[in-house]
Nanobody, 128 residues
Framework: VQLVESGGGSVQAGGSLRVSCAGT??????????MGWFRQAPGKGREGISC????????YYADSVKGRFTISSNNANNTVYLQMNSLKPEDTAVYYC????????????????????WGKGTVITVST
């Protein structure tokens, strides 16, 4: 499985960005997978920010992004998106896409548990 993120860049605080993650080489149908977005800010550990079940579109969000970020997926083109609004300087990080097929879908996906495949990341910088 290969996951390729795109859409990163620089934006001013209060602005919006949408990042995409295109996946190839899945063993099962894309809708059988859980997809997630994670980030790592400079000098900090990895943070899970959102996960989505491609099967029914249910999603979980970290408190830090709830109400500002929206995850979605398109099963027709094996792509997951993260729409980010009202961006803050503290959102500056490398954003990673991940995919997995855990037995159960829960907010535990935000820990990265069950995510077997990871992209290389895309950098987002939010300036004041």
């Amino acid at each position: 499985v290969q996951l390729v993120e795109s859409g990163g860049g620089s934006v001013q605080a209060g602005g919006s960005l949408r990042v995409s993650c295109a996946g190839t080489g899945f063993r099962f149908d894309f809708e059988d997978y859980v997809m997630g977005w994670f980030r790592q800010a400079p000098g900090k550990g990895r943070e899970g920010i959102s996960c989505i079940s491609n099967h029914d579109g249910s999603a979980y969000y970290a408190d830090s992004v709830k109400g500002r970020f929206t995850i979605s997926s398109n099963n027709a083109n094996n792509t997951v998106y993260l729409q980010m609004n009202s961006l803050k300087p503290e959102d500056t990080a490398v954003y990673y896409c991940a995919a997995g097929d855990p037995d159960h879908f829960s907010d535990y996906c935000l820990t990265g548990f069950g995510m077997s495949y990871w992209g290389k990341g895309t950098v987002i910088t939010v300036s004041t």
